[in-house]
T-cell receptor
Framework: AQSVTQLDSQVPVFEEAPVELRCNYS??????LFWYVQYPNQGLQLLLK??????LVKGINGFEAEFNKSQTSFHLRKPSVHISDTAEYFC???????????FGAGTRLAVHP | ETGVTQSPTHLIKTRGQQVTLRCSSQ?????VSWYQQALGQGPQFIFQ???????GRGNFPPRFSGLQFPNYSSELNVNALELDDSALYLC????????????FGQGTRLTVV
């Protein structure tokens, strides 16, 4: 069975500092990987996705992630965060079957001035 | 703006009652999925409909049921509500399978008292 582990439940960081949100997955088959962001009282917005090809994926709002098959990781990074990046971030995996998304528990990113 | 709308945005029901949540997908999206997001957790897959037929289900009891209509709208029905059903319910639509982006609505916050 597939699963996703987000290693940090909360990440506090100062504005303009770099940040990395960690995600590990387990799966016996090829997977698609996603990062979603959820702002308070809103649904989920896709930041980026890995389907195949280059292991470095660039997304919206300056975020990027690197797929590492040997370490089964898909960590999210941003070189300089803004106050507006404060939100909940979810890593998700799909096996491409009927494409249900399996989400991690989420990482709360809190950007402080 | 994802083009996926859910109604109502908030709802309070009593234990034992029945509830219907609604979702209007993006035009042309023939697949809709429903997720339950309990407080402080990641979304959990309930089920998915493709061209008005259920084609995938998560670990939820039969009192969770759904419908998808030809006009790109769908419903989630929950019978015999329990306190643990209190959660944010999200619908997501996509146009095909295979890892394409799922567009999420803003969710319906259900509180069972």
């Amino acid at each position: 069975a597939q699963s996703v582990t987000q290693l940090d439940s909360q990440v506090p960081v100062f504005e303009e500092a770099p940040v990395e949100l960690r995600c590990n997955y387990s799966s016996s088959v090829s997977v698609y990987l996603f990062w979603y962001v959820q702002y308070p009282n809103q649904g989920l917005q896709l930041l980026l996705k890995y389907l195949s090809g280059s292991t470095l994926v660039k997304g919206i709002n300056g975020f990027e992630a690197e797929f590492n098959k040997s370490q089964t990781s898909f960590h999210l990074r941003k070189p300089s965060v803004h106050i507006s990046d404060t939100a909940e971030y979810f890593c998700a995996v799909s096996d491409g079957g009927y494409n249900k998304l399996i989400f991690g528990a989420g990482t709360r990113l809190a950007v402080h001035p | 703006e994802t083009g996926v709308t859910q109604s109502p945005t908030h709802l309070i029901k009593t234990r034992g009652q029945q509830v219907t949540l609604r979702c209007s997908s993006q035009s042309g999206h023939n697949t809709v999925s429903w997720y339950q997001q309990a407080l402080g957790q990641g979304p959990q897959f309930i089920f998915q409909y493709y061209r008005e037929e259920e084609n995938g289900r998560g670990n939820f009891p039969p009192r969770f049921s759904g419908l998808q209509f030809p006009n790109y709208s769908s419903e989630l029905n929950v019978n015999a509500l329990e306190l643990d059903d209190s959660a944010l319910y999200l619908c997501a639509s996509r146009d095909t399978g295979g890892g394409t982006e799922a567009f999420f609505g803003q969710g319906t916050r259900l509180t069972v008292v």
